[in-house]
């Protein structure tokens, strides 16, 4: 993520980087941070089997749909004004549909966060006096700023008429059928007793925990929900926010029949070489309506100038397998060592992972800070200035957010970030060495020593 504020570090700030890059940068440790050190690497080595094989899975797929793809080295020049004939990204468009499992895909440069594709997706697909549901709870902050819940943003869904529902997750974090169906049903009730008409038209499931303190969905609970959705409620789009979650799992939503997801280039599937974008995925007919709203009509799937992105986020495309499994092998042994520490985590180091997002409890808004600036400390970008917290677009809380990236913003890169709220949970996402995230965690730890916020049996 972006530094949200920053001032600049003293020279002091240095003292616990020693060889940067050697094992005895590492010590001299206190002895409860080495043993959660040990600890992280044991976790690691549990779950790497399973790790490596998903991995190794998703590079196949990866591997034969660019064959499929049959890009030849000039149609990575790049074009420029209204792209036409842009083999390059008609090649990105029908690999990601592959990867996906969808019919279509609509991958652009043009798109500024995960956000805006997911809200091309959802403007080009619903109308006035449609309703949208989220079968998984409340979505995170910019979402709902999107919905018109929160903030007072113009041009959100609810100025065009369009209504909000959320179906809140049971106590064990699946989702609530019986919730489900009740909410359609008194939408229908609704419908005719009103003068205007209202109808469900979207289910939208969140896939990663965003900023929430719960387990993410995964694909089998995706998968079950579905099936469900195309029983009973047939007519009814289902929709994914796949950010943080491709290529976590062996198979993605459109593989188990959502008709329609969206993710963010800057995330899992740019392979932290994509400077900008977005992609939709899904049915024609409905990536057809998110290209109308995000460019024009009838000219949304034709055009778009690649100008100097083509080969790099083609190359990121590739590369997206092994920088999600680097990450996620940095997330297993930061849930080992700072579970070791006495923190809550979430999920916990066994737990299966659906996305690449890890969450830590600290519990102390001056705790959150001084974990974010030790972590932030030895970031390739931007090491001598301190995070510090502040405002950002689309968030009503300050959030902090840490990881100097070659990208603004990429966390496939690496970042921790998190609202400045009770009860200060941070989220730490991507990373694409796992020998580097080893080596932050740790200095957050010693970070938070040297300031008297961390003491052994700490909890």
Known sequence: MALIGCADADEGDLSLMGDFGTRESLLPLPPWIGQAYERGQEVLAGKLPELTEIARRNHRRVVESFCRARLAGSDLRGSTGYGLDDRGREGMDRIVAVLMGTECALVRHQ?????????????????????????????????????????????????????????????????????????????????????????????????SKGYAWRGAVNMRQIEDFIRFAKERFPDIIIFVDNCYGELVEDVEPGHVGADLLAGSLIKNLGGTLAPSGGYVAGRRDLVERAAARFAAPGIGLELG???????????????????????????????????????????????????????????????????????????????????????????????????????????????????????????????????????????????????????????
Request: proline share 5%; hydrophobic share 45%; glycine share 10%.
């Open 305 to 459: 100038a690649t100008g100097e992105m083509a080969r790099l986020m083609v190359q990121g495309l590739y590369l997206s397998p092994l920088t999600v499994f680097e990450a996620l092998k940095g997330a297993v042994f930061a849930a080992g060592f700072w579970q070791a520490l006495g923190f809550d985590v979430s999920p916990e180091p066994y737990e299966p992972r659906t996305d690449i997002i890890q969450a830590i409890r600290l519990k102390d808004r001056e705790k959150m800070i001084a974990f974010c600036q030790g972590l932030h400390a030895i970031s390739p970008i931007d090491a001598h200035v301190h995070p510090v917290p502040g405002e950002m677009p689309g968030y009503t809380d300050e959030v902090i957010m840490a990881g100097g990236t070659f990208i603004q913003g990429a966390t496939s890169e690496f970042s921790a970030d998190g609202p400045l709220r009770p009860p200060y949970d941070v989220f730490l996402q991507g990373g694409c060495s796992y020998l580097y995230l080893e080596e932050i965690h740790v200095r957050a730890a010693l970070r938070l020593w040297e300031q008297g916020q961390l003491t052994e049996g700490y909890k």
């Open 111 to 207: 798109f500024v966060s995960g956000t805006h594709a997911i809200s091309a997706a959802l403007f080009g697909n619903l109308k006035p006096g449609d309703v949208l549901v989220f079968v998984t709870g409340q979505p995170y902050d910019t979402l709902q700023t999107v919905m018109g819940v929160r903030g007072q943003a113009v041009g959100s869904l609810a100025e065009y008429g369009v209504s909000f529902q959320a179906v809140d997750l049971m106590a064990d974090h699946t989702l609530d059928y019986a919730a489900i169906e009740r909410c359609v049903v008194q939408v229908n009730q609704m419908d005719r007793a009103a003068s205007q008409a209202q109808k469900v038209r979207m289910f939208a499931l969140q896939r």
